[in-house]
């Protein structure tokens, strides 16, 4: 759209009001998305509102040409994805500092059972995480038909 390619031309050179704009015109398509993949409110919100930041932040990765749209919901859904990630592995991090867990010990609470928990842990979160993207992915493509085919 012509007023889009405004906007993001008026935003680089430093109109931050066109930046509030864009953002007032695309946070609920851009909300939705984020919820869609995340199917977490404050999560979504985080998202959205990181990209809006990192926007602030470097300007000049928008290209006057840029369908601004498409842009917005890509940097989202890589946000989001990121945002997912880094909460696994936090998770992950956290099991694995509380298991302190010594292959072949043979103490009386058989820590060598701990390792096999964790690895049957691990393998069942690898396996979620790619049930995850598959409904992720069934999610997107009934929510953009377009897409479909």
Sequence with gaps: MLEDRLLVFRFR??????LRLLYEKYK??????????VNDVGLAEDAVQDV???????????RIGT?????????????V????????????????ESD?????????????????QLAITIAAEVSSNINIIRLLILKLLSAFPAFSH
């Design 13 to 18: 050179l430093g109109d931050r009001d066109a």
């Design 81 to 96: 994805r990121n945002l997912i990630r880094d909460k696994q592995r936090r998770e992950t991090t956290v099991v694995g």
């Design 28 to 37: 609920n398509d851009l909300l939705k998305l984020a919820v869609v993949l």
């Design 52 to 62: 809006f930041t990192n926007l602030v932040e470097l300007p000049e990765r928008v």
């Design 100 to 116: 302190s867990v010594t292959a072949g010990s043979k103490s009386p609470d058989r820590p060598a059972e701990g390792c096999w």
């Design 67 to 79: 369908n601004i749209r498409n842009f917005l919901s890509t940097c989202v859904a890589n946000r």
